[in-house]
């Protein structure tokens, strides 16, 4: 058992750069950014699979040895308790009064009277009659508790492992009024489990309809988000009926044994290029990135593939509330879109698509590309006319975009049932107090009959010292016990 502690404390401490560090089965956006901010460390920090501590060999390793430590511990105990529960409870001691705590008087009833009437009082407790003595014993609960929250590991253990195998979690960014459809390509980051394929998807899809956003306006708290909700309209399956859901954080949508969950949101700006001779050759909206929480900064890149003689690339910078820091620079003062202005800096040249290397649609690489300028503030309308006659480029408006998750983990519901079983055990083994007690009743030298009781608790505290006090109290008044005849002494 030991070994097992140490190795659950081992699967805490791993934990630990989960809850601290950015994970790519949570927020792709947020593992991103932390790549911007830190462009030294993170390389050195994926190696390690700190963005994916979860899914990560160590952690696996880990996982696996608590599994057959628990296996290994609780199987044998299992089968021991099995035996002691249908055993009979000990045998009388033969000095009871050397037990923690023991009573000592004399009756006037008769010794099978005084084992009768113990067994009554003993009613909560497994009993079993010997000669001149009753052995009774209560808590088997206790250790039952113990079991079951052992066993419930395993079993929680063993549904993480199911839900690995035949489960997937994808990350996606929708724009507010484009749609998704569960297919491969329309994920942004997909984990599949060692099972599951494309053919093993299931075929909902959805449209983000609207998307709400409030923030708290005044006080120490402005700028926080108040609530996010998006209204979606979601087939189960090509041919269903469409329905309606209003996703919000911690609010999923259910469809198909999958939960699709809000992680957040941010801004897509919208632009529209053209070429020298005037024709469009790009139009939609583009999702930045959120660099600064509090503010929605955003960063984000424009690719123009489709344009000649050169290919165009902007990188730029979305700020909803336009606002200047003292030293004249422009940044955001709020994150709702009370005054949106987007800055570009354009490049020229090859975009690199066409390589076979992979790219991030969220950076620019701009080693076969030259800058040709850098445009003043933009709001929506307004136009920038690039150097050398290489086309124009309009910000056209924005909107919403909302990154989301998609889960299927078809040993949920296993998983919940063991986790409120080891709860369950947990209190048992807690709050059940394994007690033992023995009355012994044999004739004095008086003709009396001497009461011998003892008691032995598997726990400390003033618990056990006050119900053993109660009870031989009780016993006392059932047989109607003289004072002047009691010669015993209690300890406890």
């Known amino acids: 058992m030991r070994t097992a502690l140490i190795l659950l404390f081992l699967l805490a401490v791993g934990a630990i750069p989960g809850s601290v560090l950015p994970q790519h089965s949570v927020s792709t956006e947020q593992v991103q950014n932390y790549y911007l901010e830190n462009p030294d460390l993170a390389p050195w920090l994926d190696r390690f699979f700190l963005f994916d501590v979860y899914s990560s060999p160590w952690y696996a390793a880990i996982y696996l040895l608590l599994f057959i430590s628990l296996t290994g511990c609780v199987l044998p105990r299992a089968a021991a308790h099995y035996r002691a529960m249908r055993a009979q409870p000990p045998r009388t001691p033969r000095n009871l009064g050397r037990l923690p705590y023991s009573a ?32 009774a014993e209560r808590g088997y609960l206790r250790e039952s508790g113990n079991v079951l929250f052992h066993l419930a590991l395993l079993a929680l253990l063993v549904s993480l492992g199911i839900g690995s195998f035949l489960g997937y ?23 599949p489990g060692t099972a599951v394929d494309a053919s093993s998807l299931q075929p909902f899809s959805f449209t983000v309809n609207d998307f709400e956003a409030s923030f708290i306006e005044e006080g120490s708290l402005s700028g926080q988000a108040a609530a996010f909700s998006a209204d979606l309209s979601y087939r189960a399956a090509p041919d269903a009926a469409e329905e309606r859901h209003t996703l919000e954080v911690n609010h999923p949508l259910s469809v198909d044994g999958v939960q699709v969950y809000l992680l957040g949101h941010g801004y897509a700006p919208e632009f529209q290029v053209t070429d020298a001779e005037g024709n469009v050759v790009f139009d939609q909206a583009v999702p930045f990135l959120t660099r600064e929480e509090a503010t929605f900064t955003s ?70 590309m030259t800058e040709i300028g850098a445009s003043e503030e933009m709001r929506p309308g307004d136009s920038w006319e690039l150097p050398d006659g290489a086309g124009t480029i309009t910000f056209t408006g924005y909107r919403d975009y909302i990154s989301m998750q998609v889960n299927s983990n078809p040993a949920r519901l296993p998983a919940l049932v063991s986790a409120a079983a080891a ?51 009780r016993l006392r008044d059932k047989l109607r016990a003289r004072p002047a005849s009691d010669t015993g002494t209690e300890k406890e």
């Open 169 to 191: 979690r994808g990350n996606m960014l929708v724009v507010e009024g484009d749609g998704f459809a569960n297919t491969l390509p329309s994920y942004d980051a997909f984990y």
């Open 423 to 473: 709860v369950l055990g947990l209190l048992c083994t807690l709050f059940v107090r394994p007690r033992r007690v023995w009355v012994r009743a044999r004739p004095g030298e008086d003709g009396r009959t001497v009461v011998e009781i003892g008691g032995l608790a598997k726990t400390e505290g003033a618990g056990p010292a006050v119900e053993f006090h109660e009870l031989s109290l």
């Open 299 to 368: 960063d984000g890149v424009v690719k123009v593939p489709d344009i000649a003689p050169e290919q165009l690339g902007f990188i730029g910078v979305f700020v909803p509330s336009a606002a200047r820091t003292p030293d004249g620079a422009l940044t955001s003062d709020f994150p709702a879109p009370r005054d949106p202005v987007v800055t570009l800096q354009a490049y020229r040249g090859d975009l690199g698509l066409d390589s076979g290397d992979p790219q991030s649609v969220y950076q620019l690489y701009t080693d076969q």
């Open 104 to 135: 000592t008087f004399r009756t006037g009833a008769a010794p099978e009277t005084v084992l009768a009437e113990a067994r009554t009082l003993l009613k909560g407790y497994r009993t079993d009659t010997a000669d001149d003595s009753v052995a």
